[in-house]
Nanobody
Framework: QVHVVESGGGLVQPGGSLRLSCAVSGDILDYYTIGWFRQAPGKEREGVSHINNRDGTKYYADSAKGRFTISRDNAKNTVYLQMNVLRPEDTAVYYC?????????????????WGQGTQVTVSS
C-alpha cells in the first residue's frame, strides 16, 4: 500500500517562497497521480495541483497558476510543490495524496492515501 509524507512547511513572509515535498513509499511513483491540497482554518479542503506520474501531465487550480510548480524526482520517489510569491491567503495545512493515474484534484474522492499535512503560514 502506498504511503505519503509531506514536509517543507513553515512560516514565510508575503512574497516569499517555500518548497513542499511529498515522499512516496510502498510503490513506484510512476503508478500514481499525486495531488496537493490545502485546508485553511474554517474552510473546506481544496485542490491545488496534481501530477500524473505515468505521462507527466500537470494540473493547477486557478489559485496556483503562475505561482506554484509541481514536479517529481523519480529517483527519490518524491513530488514537490514549489510555491512562489506567497500570499497570506495561501496560509493553510497542505496535504499530498495518491490516486490512480487519471485522477484529478477536481474530484478529491479519487485520492485514497493521504498524508498528515504540513503547515504553511504566510505572514509578516
Amino acid at each position: 500500500q502506498v504511503h505519503v509524507v509531506e514536509s517543507g512547511g513553515g512560516l514565510v513572509q508575503p512574497g516569499g517562497s517555500l518548497r513542499l515535498s511529498c515522499a512516496v513509499s510502498g510503490d513506484i511513483l510512476d503508478y500514481y497521480t499525486i495531488g496537493w491540497f490545502r485546508q485553511a482554518p474554517g474552510k473546506e479542503r481544496e485542490g491545488v495541483s496534481h501530477i500524473n506520474n505515468r505521462d507527466g501531465t500537470k494540473y493547477y487550480a486557478d489559485s496556483a497558476k503562475g505561482r506554484f510548480t509541481i514536479s517529481r524526482d523519480n529517483a527519490k520517489n518524491t513530488v514537490y510543490l514549489q510555491m512562489n510569491v506567497l500570499r497570506p491567503e495561501d496560509t493553510a495545512v497542505y496535504y499530498c495524496a495518491a490516486a490512480p493515474p487519471g485522477a484529478t484534484i477536481v474530484y478529491q474522492g479519487g485520492f485514497y492515501s493521504w498524508g498528515q499535512g504540513t503547515q504553511v503560514t504566510v505572514s509578516s
